[in-house]
């Protein structure tokens, strides 16, 4: 939208305003602000389509394949191409530079040589050495010319090469020899030529050309030798020139393999330098731009278009530059120059060997990419085809049907992944059975839990004078212990806490059954020691030979303030007097004698003749607490057991506080001592006080 309103904007500021420059301005964010849109949607397009394109395996495994296999072998085949290319374009550019190497030492050669022979030399005898130079040199180079010039001044004033250019003096050509089609006859020398003398290339324009003479192909390479002849005065000296033509693109051509197309750029060295003004010659022209080109035999003999540098000197100021040749080699031509030599292994030489061997190396590689690539797809295939039987199996489970099987086509690790899966399908629907009969089990005990809770007494059990309050906490859903508060009349109550062996369900069933049976005991005898001998008679009948009860059972009169109670084998009774000093533990643990309930051992005579009864006199605010052995054997980390020490200290500590605060206190206390240690045992606490009568509700 942004770059809408931009693009309209720039409309009409131009169009009624002219303001190109705004107007551009605008039209230039506006594109902006489309651009930026469109990279946006792109990637929130990829973005939101690449989990649906790249969700399936097959697809995941392909592009990794592509990634691992098809890329790494496209960049290696790209890489040895390019090198092959660098080595190919470097080889030409390589011959080509040595080539005109070669060519200026040519020259110079020839113009050493004629100097040489013309010291002392005049008139016809001089004008005959230079034809006879000129004539040799042409039957390699037909354009090859030589010129014979007279100076005007002495070899050894010539300025340093590259120096500003020097005046040089007058001089005139006294002689010359060959066509001298491409350039004039040199009537002088530059000042910078020394007595060295020198051999370079140069380069000239034919009519009409520019220094950029790149763009119109216009501009050719002439090879310049000048030395001095060595005279009195040293003023004479001999030029050759061998333009780089028809002829020296032939003979290129048959000692390197490389095909001259002509000069392509020229990048002097100085603003200043400017190429030589050649002649206006049709028909050297002609044979300058034409191109020497050996019938194509195909692709590897088709010569292939590359560029060489070649240093050249302004024959002007003597500054040097370079421009670039325009060549043609083939790759056929390359590797023949390479591979030279004149061992032969039967009908082949050796760079034939080497080609034919990477030959067979590079086939054995489209070979093995080949059968990587079928293979690959075919394990690609495999793979995700398991892939999407697991998927659509899982799919047919989720859906219930658990007879679907998946078929089992090969025997490596994903068919047995496939027969795992069968065999796991066939096996659920026992476990879900089996999970329902369990939930079944589950929700049975929680009832068979609330109707165990439901006949234990809960929270405060006020009694008239009498304070009371229980905890019950099974290890399990329904647990063996059990307590009551059983109403005698005449303001006595019967209190009992009972543990049967074991946990879990059989415990909970004769916790039960024990119940029943107290209260039907409870109206017929008042003494615990009489009531605990019938119920071990009737237990021990009726009992599991592996089972037994513990039991302490009191009688608590509140109008004599006094408590009778019998300990058929249970935990120790703990009673906290409020009247007792504070030296040493204000606290009684009752310990009086007597065997557990339901023990086979003879007619009971045993048990009645150890089991004894006590009473003591419980004050205005004396507690009691009464309790199972998951209290005081309750465990922590450490495997330490709560006791009844720690038990009787927690009561003293808490003897003053609110009676409905201390089970909360007793039962926070034993929870901190365990942490997080699991129950191992029901936990039953019992406590009273005695109250004052006049205050009892």
């Known amino acids: 939208m942004a770059g809408a309103i931009l693009k309209a904007l720039s409309w009409v500021i131009g169009t009624l305003f002219g303001g190109a420059g705004i107007s551009s301005l605008l039209d230039f964010l506006g594109s902006a602000a489309f651009l930026a849109s469109g990279i946006g949607l792109v990637a929130l397009l990829a973005g939101s389509a690449r989990p649906r394109l790249l969700w ?6 392909s592009l990794s394949y592509v990634f691992i296999g098809a890329v790494p072998a496209g960049l290696i085949i790209t890489f040895f191409a ?34 040489i022979e013309l010291r002392g030399r005049t008139g016809d005898v001089a004008a005959g050495i230079v034809a006879r130079r000129q004539d040799e040199l042409a039957r390699v180079y037909p354009a090859a010319s030589f010129a014979l010039v007279a100076t005007g001044r002495a070899c050894s004033a010539a300025a340093a090469p590259g120096a500003s250019p020097m005046p040089a003096p007058g001089g005139r050509m006294l002689l010359g020899a060959g066509p001298w089609a491409h350039l004039e006859e040199p009537a002088s020398l530059p000042g910078w030529i020394g007595c060295d003398g020198v051999s370079t ?3 000239y324009s034919v009519p009409g050309a520019t220094v950029r003479a790149a763009e119109t192909g216009r501009l050719r390479l002439v090879v310049r030798a000048v030395a001095w002849t060595g005279g009195p005065s040293g003023q004479t000296a001999v030029v050759v020139d ?12 048959e000692d390197t393999g490389i095909e001259l197309a002509g000069v392509a750029a020229l990048v002097p060295s100085a603003g200043d330098a400017r190429p030589l003004t050649g002649r206006i010659n049709p028909a050297a022209e002609a044979e300058a731009t034409s191109r020497v080109a050996a019938p194509a035999r195909g692709w590897l003999e088709q010569p292939q278009s590359w560029y060489a540098f070649v240093d050249v000197r302004d024959w002007q100021t003597g500054h040097i530059g370079n421009v670039a040749v325009s060549i043609g080699m083939s790759p056929a031509e390359v590797f023949r120059r390479l591979s030279a030599t004149t061992v032969r292994i039967g009908d082949f030489n050796l760079g034939q060997l ?15 990419e080949v059968v990587a690539a079928v293979m690959g797809i075919g394990l690609a295939r495999s793979i995700t085809g398991s892939v999407d039987e697991l998927f659509a199996g899982t799919n047919r489970i989720r859906q219930g049907d658990f007879t679907y099987k998946i078929p089992i086509r090969t025997r490596d690790q994903l068919g047995e992944l496939a027969e795992s899966f069968n065999s796991m399908t066939a096996s659920i629907e026992g476990l879900l059975r089996e999970k329902a009969e369990k939930e079944r089990l589950e929700q049975e005990l929680r009832i068979a839990r609330e109707i165990q809770m439901s006949l234990l007494p809960q929270g405060l059990l006020s009694q008239p004078g009498l304070s009371l309050s229980a905890h019950c906490e099974p290890a399990r859903e329904v647990g063996g212990d059990y307590y009551d508060v059983l109403p005698l009349g005449e303001g006595c109550f019967g209190l ?9 369900t059989s415990a909970a069933l004769y916790m039960a059954e024990l119940k029943g049976l107290m209260l039907a005991l409870s109206h017929h005898h008042r003494s615990p020691r009489n009531l605990l001998i019938e119920a071990n008679r009737i237990l021990s009948a009726h009992l599991d030979s592996r089972s037994f009860i513990t039991m302490v059972y009191a009688v608590v009169d509140v109008a004599a303030r006094t408590m009778t109670y019998a300990r058929a084998g249970h935990c120790p009774v703990i009673h906290v007097p409020v ?18 309930l339901g023990l086979k ?4 005579s045993a048990f009645n003749a150890l089991l004894s009864e006590e009473t003591i006199i419980l004050g205005p605010g004396d507690m009691v607490a009464l309790y199972t052995d998951g209290i005081s054997e309750a465990m922590n980390a450490s495997l330490e057991c709560y006791g009844e020490h720690r038990l009787a200290e927690a009561l003293v500590a808490r003897r003053h506080l609110p009676f409905e605060n201390l089970r909360d206190g007793i039962l926070a206390e034993i929870q901190a001592f365990v942490g997080d240690s699991p129950q191992h045992d029901d936990m039953t606490l019992l406590l009273l006080r005695m109250d004052d009568v006049e205050g009892a509700n």
């Open 354 to 368: 080497l080609v034919l061997l990477l030959s067979l190396i590079g086939g054995l590689f489209l070979v093995i």
């Open 579 to 596: 009247s007792t000093g504070t030296v040493g533990l204000p606290a009684r643990v009752l310990t009086p004698d007597g065997m557990v």
């Open 242 to 253: 061998i333009p780089v033509g028809r002829d020296t693109a032939r003979q290129l051509r």
């Open 601 to 604: 051992l003879d007619d009971g």
């Open 82 to 115: 390019l090198c092959g290319l660098l080595v190919f374009f470097s080889v030409s550019a390589y011959l080509m530079e040595s080539r005109v190497r070669t060519l200026v030492g040519e020259a110079r050669v020839q113009a050493d040589a004629t100097a």
């Open 201 to 203: 290339v140069t380069v």
């Open 56 to 61: 399936p395996v097959r697809r995941k495994l």
């Open 496 to 504: 009992l806490i009972a543990d049967v062996s074991g946990k879990g």
